[in-house]
């Protein structure tokens, strides 16, 4: 048993595969955002559960001022909502 699962959390192979087949199926009529929700929303409780601790596991790591400044230098101006 992976840490991950340990803690209840998605794999990370996982979790990027659900990121990466949203991104796939999504278009200017269907963003991103919706057809994720779709995805998750045909899962089972737990994977959503561990989809989530996975999220913020990851949102928590890059939720430091080193990274808000470098998305800030590299996108030319960065807001803590965005």
Request: with cysteine.
């Amino acid at each position: 048993m992976t840490t991950a699962e340990a803690s209840g959390a998605m794999p990370l192979h996982c979790f990027w595969q659900l990121v990466d087949a949203a991104r796939a199926e999504a278009t200017s009529d269907r963003p991103f955002a919706d057809v994720l929700a779709d995805l998750l929303a045909a899962r089972s409780r737990h994977e959503i559960v561990a989809y989530q601790r996975t999220f913020e596991r990851l949102r928590s790591a890059l939720y430091r001022w080193d990274v808000w400044a470098a998305a800030y230098v590299i996108g030319g101006g960065c807001s803590d909502d965005a």
